[in-house]
């Protein structure tokens, strides 16, 4: 793998003499790679990369779209292009200021405007706002997400516009969309089946941040409303989260501190969030070594910090997202994706290189084809 060749990109200084220092001229060494990506065929493959060099290590023979969360690097979009891999813009807005609708044009003039500016091929948008079903929030969004597709596929030919959803369409977080509207007005929903732990409603103890069975519930939600599973992405989790126990029992059950959110008693706040990479280099000094849930489908292990607490890791791992694939495959969804791509180990250790092209694979395992058509 590695990162791109070189001269790819052209030197900064004649990229100024091109075309001055505010005209968008193509940064790429060859023009072609400033068109925008159309057709990318086969199952979707939608990773998240939150900036830094990750992207340079990552197994481009899988990835079909880049949502960069990161700062704009025209590196990686000259790269992602040579793939045939789409690169999208993040997009988030306060959602008071697009109720009225001369604002949310200008908002969506803008994410255009960016869009072709950093030749990109779309946009993700990731609103994560509480709405309510009734509130003026909940019809601008529904707007918001059509017109966004409308202006993007009509400026940008072929272009992509995707937007983010909850784990389940109910009410998460206290985020009650109009899921149906927007799978219609979008290109497809990325599902964020992560963060499941978000508002625990039962006892107060730690669990998969993506337990198998809650995961599927969520799909089955979306598709017994009447969205087409052609129009679901699956999100997995490359991360996971270190739980502090307030007490940890023989049988593995670790009670968690109460820290409540939007209206639920316990959430996963209790803890903190660790990337797969750093989980790796930890669970072989942990207590337990690797445990397996089977009710969760989920692997974690235990640890005792220099302060003599216990500690419970939840995570997901080749075995656990290989589960889930195999319901991306067999159900019919649109693809898979994770948060995200930055979060496993690129150095060139032997047993690092082996459990990150593990995770990439867990990822097509099921798909007997090559992505890309």
């Known amino acids: 793998m590695g990162?791109?060749?070189?001269?790819?990109?052209?030197?900064?200084?004649?990229?100024?003499?091109?075309?001055?220092?505010?005209?968008?001229?193509?940064?790429?060494?060859?023009?072609?790679?400033?068109?925008?990506v159309t057709g990318t065929g086969g199952p979707e493959?939608?990773?998240?990369?939150?900036?830094?060099?990750?992207?340079?290590?990552?197994?481009?023979?899988?990835?079909?779209?880049?949502?960069?969360?990161?700062?704009?690097?025209?590196?990686?979009?000259?790269?992602?292009?040579?793939?045939?891999?789409?690169?999208?813009?993040?997009?988030?807005?306060?959602?008071?200021?697009?109720?009225?609708?001369?604002?949310?044009?200008?908002?969506?003039?803008?994410?255009?405007?960016?869009?072709?500016?950093?030749?990109?091929?779309?946009?993700?948008?990731?609103?994560?706002?509480?709405?309510?079903?009734?509130?003026?929030?909940?019809?601008?969004?529904?707007?918001?997400?059509?017109?966004t597709t409308d202006a993007f596929h009509r400026e940008i030919p072929g272009s992509q516009v995707t937007f983010d959803v909850a784990w389940s369409p109910a009410c998460i977080d206290k985020r009650c969309y109009?899921?149906?509207?927007?799978?219609d007005a979008c290109d497809f929903l990325f599902v964020m089946s992560y963060d499941e732990q978000s508002q625990i409603w039962t006892d107060c103890v730690a669990k998969a941040n993506a337990p198998y069975l809650q995961t599927l519930i969520g799909y089955e939600?979306?598709?017994?409303?009447?969205?087409?599973?052609?129009?679901?992405?699956?999100?997995?989790?490359?991360?996971?989260?270190d739980y502090v126990c307030l007490n940890l029992s023989e049988?593995?059950?670790c009670s968690l501190s109460k820290i409540p959110f939007r209206g639920a008693p316990c959430s996963d706040a209790a803890g903190r969030q660790v990337p797969y990479g750093a989980i790796m280099k930890q669970v072989n000094s942990s207590i337990s070594g690797v445990l397996w849930n089977e009710v969760q489908k989920s692997p974690f292990y235990e640890y005792k910090d220099s302060l003599g607490q216990f500690h419970q890791v939840w995570f997901d791992?080749?075995?656990?997202?290989?589960?889930?694939?195999?319901?991306?495959?067999?159900?019919?969804?649109?693809?898979?994706?994770?948060?995200?791509?930055?979060?496993l180990d690129y150095s060139r250790e032997a047993a690092a290189e082996q459990q990150t092209e593990a995770m990439w694979q867990a990822l097509t395992l099921y798909w007997e084809t090559n992505i890309k058509q």
């Open 3 to 36: 990162g791109p060749r070189d001269g790819w990109l052209l030197p900064l200084g004649l990229l100024q003499l091109l075309g001055g220092a505010g005209a968008a001229a193509c940064p790429c060494r060859e023009p072609r790679l400033c068109r925008p």
């Open 45 to 147: 493959v939608f990773v998240f990369d939150v900036g830094k060099n990750a992207w340079k290590s990552y197994d481009w023979s899988k990835i079909t779209t880049v949502a960069a969360f990161g700062k704009y690097d025209p590196e990686l979009m000259c790269h992602a292009h040579s793939k045939g891999a789409r690169v999208v813009l993040k997009g988030d807005v306060p959602l008071k200021e697009i109720v009225d609708p001369a604002k949310r044009t200008a908002w969506i003039s803008q994410q255009v405007d960016l869009a072709k500016k950093q030749y990109m091929d779309g946009i993700n948008i990731d609103i994560e706002q509480e709405v309510n079903e009734t509130s003026p929030e909940y019809y601008a969004l529904t707007e918001l997400v059509k017109e």
């Open 251 to 253: 049988d593995h059950v």
């Open 317 to 343: 791992d080749p075995r656990s997202i290989s589960l889930k694939a195999a319901y991306v495959k067999n159900r019919g969804l649109r693809g898979i994706g994770m948060w995200n791509g930055n979060s």
């Open 178 to 183: 109009n899921y149906t509207g927007i799978a």
């Open 221 to 241: 939600e979306y598709i017994t409303m009447g969205i087409d599973p052609k129009k679901l992405v699956m999100g997995v989790p490359w991360y996971g989260y």
